[in-house]
């Protein structure tokens, strides 16, 4: 592990200044992820075999699928209504990056969302964990 980057299976995340990260620092490829944003805004989790989400299909609670697109990958959230007493979501989601020859390389996880007052406030433009989804790379022995 270098300081620069984690390496989780296929992919290759960036640290990025502001944010805290939980590893398993005693392997090369770590077997699980959790970033975390200091002020308690999201706190995201990857762990290897996490499956890939899918709406439960006698679910009470209504679900909305936000995805985005780049050149390179997809980023799909299933995002469930929030309820009105609660101050937190959580949002699972998952990233297609795609390599050379266009295969589609997965990497699932989830996202707690803090939903208290100030939150809409704090946002300056694309929340971290957008940005964070965005940065992912995939390592060099996945691409080739």
């Known amino acids: 592990m270098t300081d620069k980057r984690i390496l989780f299976g296929d992919f290759e995340f960036p640290r990025t200044s502001g944010l805290k990260y939980l590893l398993n620092e005693e392997l090369l490829v770590t077997d699980y992820l959790f970033v975390n944003e200091p002020h308690n805004s999201f706190s995201m989790y990857f762990e290897n075999g996490f499956p ?3 709406v439960p299909e006698n679910s ?8 985005m697109r780049r ?4 980023i799909k959230f299933f995002c469930p209504e929030k309820y009105p007493h609660l101050d937190s979501v959580v949002w699972y989601f998952y990233v ?6 266009g295969v ?5 996880g989830q996202v707690r969302i803090e939903f208290d007052g100030n ?3 704090r946002i300056k433009g694309k929340p971290k964990f957008i940005e964070l989804l ?3 790379k995939l390592a060099i022995a996945a691409s080739t």
């Open 52 to 54: 890939i989400f899918k």
């Open 60 to 67: 009470e609670r209504p679900y909305c699928l936000f995805e």
């Open 71 to 74: 050149p390179d990958r997809k």
């Open 96 to 101: 297609e990056v795609f390599d050379e020859q």
């Open 104 to 108: 589609a390389h997965v990497l699932p």
């Open 119 to 121: 939150f809409i406030h």
């Open 134 to 136: 965005e940065g992912v």
